[in-house]
């Protein structure tokens, strides 16, 4: 079964066994932490008050911040955690806004600022589509998303592309990239980076280039930061991209076969052959996981990521596999649950590992687990994270941050945050964490209705 059907089925049962549990939570809610059903109340009580029409962005949809900006692939993982709460108003304007985006400029861009137009970010756009349309069962609808997707797929797969050069030695397999101009870079070397880390302003310009585009580059991975590219990123096929694509493959042979368009056999034959590769240049059977391959080197990353799990997220991964990353999963597994990358001999911190603890890793590992049938594992994590939001939703810790003026703030209770550690706080590592709806929200009420469904 797809993944994204297998998920939506579940939405489904749920949303017609009670829309917003109004029956069977009375009962259940009693086995709840107090806390957590205060949580998810106040998330379905606040969609609105962080959602809306933006400047620049034609259709209402829910935001990540009070900025009004649409980010690629938070955009997706705010979307199932919409579903259970029947927003699919904000849903389908979320999806609307990526497709304004792709039609405008033949790539969804990390962000709708200028800023954000010179790279993409983890392809998601067709499992958003694949979602809807289990929802509305629309063919009419579906055929104009259906175009969209095909020009987001020429963007990451095809060699004639000449927005981004995404290809890698390895014919078949894609890596994350930019196509960022050199003063770009240089505004992004000199103005962002190298105040983020420390980074020398008096170096040579072709060097500051040099290491402007490996940091766009892994911009474009959504993690920005992490040490899983030990900072060569364009040097890597990267695992969840290329999972993802797998299941592009997929979503298109299905898209084909309800549009009537073919019966989908050869995009089939597309993700098997990525599949197989997948298999042969990404999984190390030594570690028993899934890891990033550098094809310069021609060897595996020294870093594992909880993108590890995403071959299970998208279903390629055999049973075999599966469990030999099931037991792997205290790598990632904190009190407070799924950090980004395995603990590491890393010169710096990182927005992106060991001791972060972001929504999509969270939603990426429940849904791959879930696939494969791993619900024990999968709830023990919505456990985890829903405890890390609701302990800083009653009292956030720290309890105040400095502004970059100085200025101490008080934070405030009953809030979601955009970032969170392992040890069970808000994340203010290299930049304070912001009050955020979007994913953050998202995630939360996912992890909630999954939970109540399981147990």
């Not at 995009?267 to 550098?294: M, V």
């Amino acid at each position: 079964m797809i993944p994204s059907l297998k998920l939506k089925i579940f939405f489904i049962s749920l949303m017609l066994y009670c829309i917003t549990f109004s029956c069977k939570s009375k009962q259940d809610k009693q086995n709840f932490p107090l806390e957590w059903t205060m949580v998810n109340d106040s998330i379905k009580n606040n969609w609105d008050k962080y959602s809306g029409n933006s400047n620049n962005i034609p259709h209402p949809f829910a935001y990540a911040f009070w900025d009004g900006l649409t980010f690629y692939w938070d955009t997706y993982f705010t979307q199932i955690g919409l579903v259970p709460h029947d927003r699919i108003d904000l849903i389908e304007g979320g999806a609307a806004n990526l497709k304004w985006l792709l039609d405008s400029l033949k790539f969804i861009p990390n962000a709708s600022a200028d800023w954000g137009d010179n790279r993409s970010q983890p392809p998601y756009f067709s499992m958003m589509v694949n979602d809807i349309y289990k929802l509305s069962n629309d063919t009419a609808w579906l055929r104009k998303y259906y175009h969209s997707l095909l020009t987001e797929y020429h963007f990451w797969t095809h060699p004639d592309n000449t927005i981004e050069d995404n290809h890698t030695s390895i014919n078949g397999l894609q890596r994350y990239y930019h196509h960022a101009s050199a003063r770009e870079l240089f505004t992004m070397y000199n103005d962002e980076l190298s105040h983020r880390f420390g980074l020398a302003l008096d170096i040579d310009s072709i060097k500051k280039l040099d290491i402007a585009s490996d940091y766009a580059a892994e911009a474009e991975t959504g993690m920005d930061f992490t040490p899983r590219f030990e900072n060569r990123c364009p040097d890597f096929v990267a695992v969840d991209l290329n999972a993802n694509l797998y299941l592009y493959e997929i979503n298109f042979a299905f898209f084909e076969s309800e549009l009537g368009i073919s019966d989908g056999a050869i995009w089939i034959t597309k993700a098997n052959e990525r599949k197989k590769l997948i298999n042969q240049y990404c999984w190390s059977e030594e570690r028993g996981l899934y890891l990033d391959y550098d094809f310069i080197n021609k060897r595996h990353s020294k870093v594992a990521a909880a993108t590890a799990f995403s071959p299970m997220y998208a279903g390629l991964a055999s049973p075999e596999q599966a469990k030999k990353l099931v037991a792997n999963l205290n790598l990632f597994l904190s009190d407070f649950g799924i950090t980004t990358c395995e603990k590491s001999k890393q010169e710096r911190s990182y927005q992106w590992d060991h001791e972060s603890v972001w929504p999509p890793m969270q939603s990426i590992t429940i849904i791959a687990l879930d696939n494969y049938n791993y619900k024990k594992e999968a709830n023990e994590i919505c456990s985890k994270y829903m405890n890390l939001v609701s302990k800083n939703f009653i009292q956030p810790s720290p309890a105040q941050y400095l502004t970059k003026t100085g200025d101490t703030i008080q934070r405030k209770k009953y809030q979601v945050y955009e970032k969170y550690l392992k040890t069970g706080e808000i994340n203010d590592r290299e930049y304070t964490a912001n009050i955020m709806y979007g994913w953050s929200a998202a995630t939360f009420s996912f992890a909630y209705n999954y939970f109540q469904l399981n147990n």
